[in-house]
């Protein structure tokens, strides 16, 4: 079965504290998403990752940094977390479609609430 | 500013009855995506349409790829309860191995029996 892991499904923080947030795939994707959910907003892109040690801003990366040093695992770092950033995370893998032989379908882990007071 | 709009953003509607939820963009997506997603759980792809004009059929449900690849539309015949949750557009970007998915607003839908 087709898995994505994310390490805590409830955080609770402090203004100001660095956060990690991880993500493990089993299926030898190569890439990785980060997204945050808010109502009304649907999911928004922090940043992706098509392949180990390789990054890209997606549409609202300000506040946070990623890292991706092995191929299962995507990491979503906030270096000074704000209370604009409480939010729901959903970490999110694929193998890329197209001409690559893949469906391009994205499988997402169960999610991370985090909270900032 | 999202990329993608979907409308409606809420629904309730009664068993049995039909619906159409929209997806637009001024952007070209290479493929489009449909996902749901209920409560405590990440969104599940429902179907991919890749060339414009494309329709595709799931059971009770349609969807639709606008002929210049930037909106989609997904239709429901007969919605049952079993169908609530909340219904979100995705438009990839790039070729090859390079894949950027872009959400929608999302539809939040609500069967009532």
């Known amino acids: 079965d087709v898995k994505v892991t994310q390490s805590s499904r409830y955080l609770v923080k402090r203004t100001g504290e660095k956060v990690f947030l991880e993500c493990v795939q089993d299926?030898?994707?190569?890439?990785m998403f980060w997204y945050r959910q808010d109502p009304g907003l649907g999911l928004r892109l922090i940043y992706f990752?098509?392949?180990?040690?390789?990054?890209e801003k997606g549409d609202i990366p300000e506040g946070y940094s990623v890292s991706r040093e092995k191929k299962e695992r995507f990491s979503l770092i906030l270096e000074s977390a704000s209370t604009n950033q409480t939010s729901m995370y959903l970490c999110?893998?694929?193998?890329?479609?197209?001409?690559?032989?893949?469906?391009?379908?994205?499988?997402f882990g169960e999610g991370s609430r985090l909270t900032v007071l | 500013t999202q990329l993608l709009e979907q409308s409606p953003q809420f629904l309730s509607i009664q068993e049995g009855e039909n619906l159409t939820v929209y997806c637009n963009s001024s952007?070209?997506?290479?493929?489009l995506q449909w996902y749901r997603q209920e409560p405590g759980e990440g969104p599940v792809l429902l179907v991919t349409?890749?060339?414009?004009?494309e329709v595709k059929k799931l059971k009770r449900l349609t969807f639709q790829f606008g002929d210049a690849r930037k909106d989609s539309s997904l239709h429901i015949t007969a919605a049952q309860p079993g169908d609530t949750g909340l219904y979100l557009c995705?438009?990839?970007?790039?070729?090859?191995?390079?894949?950027?998915?872009?959400f929608g607003t999302g539809t939040k839908l609500q069967v009532i029996p």
């Open positions: 999110a893998s694929s193998f890329p479609g197209g001409a690559r032989g893949g469906s391009g379908e994205l499988f």
């Open positions: 990752s098509y392949d180990v040690k390789m990054k």
């Open positions: 299926m030898d994707h190569e890439n």
């Open positions: 995705a438009g990839e970007m790039g070729s090859g191995g390079y894949q950027k998915v872009t």
């Open positions: 349409v890749v060339t414009g004009g």
């Open positions: 952007s070209v997506f290479s493929s």
